[in-house]
């Protein structure tokens, strides 16, 4: 199994910036993707941005050139810078772990894994 606890939320007027955290722990050898999903009230869960082992990342349209994903494998965890914050980024922000193997001979590979996600909230 695999645990995944956010941290870094918080209250921010618009124009500043928070940065999140994501530390995976169990039994891990690696994660392939590693990133982050919103959800505000009322609609559905959406990528935010994602980042592979080899350094693919993907954001959301709406977020390029504001946030920014990067990964520190040997810590097993994933962070989200986000700058210019607007008040339409207020939601959850969960943490998403996908394609993870166990053990170096594992052929198999699990997930998705969810944190229990932690709230943005931008002022106007």
């Known amino acids: 199994q695999v645990q995944l606890v956010e941290s870094g939320g918080g209250l921010v007027p618009a124009g500043g910036s928070l940065r999140l955290s994501c530390a995976a722990s169990?039994?891990?050898?690696?994660?392939?993707?590693m990133g982050w999903y919103r959800q505000a009230p009322g609609k559905q869960r959406e990528l935010v941005a994602s980042r592979t082992t080899g350094g693919i990342t993907n954001y959301a349209d709406s977020v390029k050139g504001r946030f920014t994903i990067s990964r520190d494998d040997a810590k097993k965890t994933v962070y989200l810078q986000m700058n210019s914050l607007k008040p339409e980024d207020t939601a959850v922000y969960f943490c998403?772990?996908?394609?993870?193997?166990?053990?170096?001979?594992?052929?198999?590979?699990?997930?998705?894994?969810w944190g229990q996600g932690t709230q943005v909230t931008v002022s106007s």
């Open positions: 998403n772990a996908d394609r993870v193997r166990s053990t170096w001979s594992s052929r198999r590979y699990d997930g998705p894994y």
């Open positions: 169990g039994s891990i050898f690696s994660i392939n993707v």
